[in-house]
């Protein structure tokens, strides 16, 4: 069964720091993974899609890797900003038609 | 893409009630799914609801207490029946549209029973 994990729990950073979410799978074997943003009380806003021969995709400040023989992901957010403080949540599809499985999610604050 | 609205945006029952959350995608879907997230959690899902076809619920899920209806390519309602506090929660309507593997969610409908 495919389990996702993700580390830290929680963050607080200045503003304009670089920084590196990461999230972990224990089955190798997926389809494809899916990072999104959720602000409190909110819906997800999908951020980037990683399908499992990709190894990274970008958008704008955000760039996010797979590596799925080590089972990881991690979302990388360059020059961060107030606007970015939400919870940052990871999802991996095991296969396609299947539904996704969820990370816990990373509460990410950054202070001006 | 897809753009999904739904209503309630948030409400507030008595327990024993029931409640309808309705969702409208902006294009037409087949694969949709109804997700909770009870607080400080991340998602949990209920059910996928394909048009043509019953819902199929999650473990720990059962039609009687969240019947859903799926009337159409574009539009959906999950109906929280006889509710207690545990089922405040933020509940949560998602579309897989086909030809792309990037799943979309609603804003969520904050459902708070006192």
């Known amino acids: 069964k495919q389990e996702v994990t993700q580390i830290p729990a929680a963050l607080s950073v200045p503003e304009g720091e670089n920084l590196v979410l990461n999230c972990s799978f224990t089955d190798s074997a997926i389809y494809n993974l899916q990072w999104f943003r959720q602000d409190p009380g909110k819906g997800l806003t999908s951020l980037l899609l990683i399908q499992s021969s990709q190894r990274e995709q970008t958008s704008g400040r955000l760039n996010a890797s797979l590596d799925k023989s080590s089972g990881r992901s991690t979302l990388y957010i360059a020059a961060s900003q107030p606007g970015d403080s939400a919870t940052y949540l990871c999802a991996v599809r095991p296969n396609y038609g299947q539904n996704f499985v969820f990370g816990p999610g990373t509460r990410l604050s950054v202070l001006p | 893409s897809a753009v999904i609205s739904q209503k309630p945006s948030r409400d507030i029952c008595q327990r024993g009630t029931s409640l309808t959350i309705q969702c409208q995608v902006d294009?037409?879907?087949?694969?949709m799914f109804w997700y909770r997230q009870q607080p400080g959690q991340s998602l949990t899902l209920i059910a996928t609801a394909n048009q043509g076809s019953e819902a199929t619920y999650e473990s720990g899920f059962v039609i009687d207490k969240f019947p859903i209806s799926r009337p159409n390519l574009t539009f959906s309602t999950l109906t929280v029946s006889n509710m207690s506090p545990e089922d405040s929660s933020i509940y949560l309507c998602s579309v897989l549209p086909q030809a792309t593997d990037t799943q979309y969610f609603g804003p969520g409908t904050r459902l708070t029973v006192l």
């Open positions: 294009s037409q879907v087949t694969m």
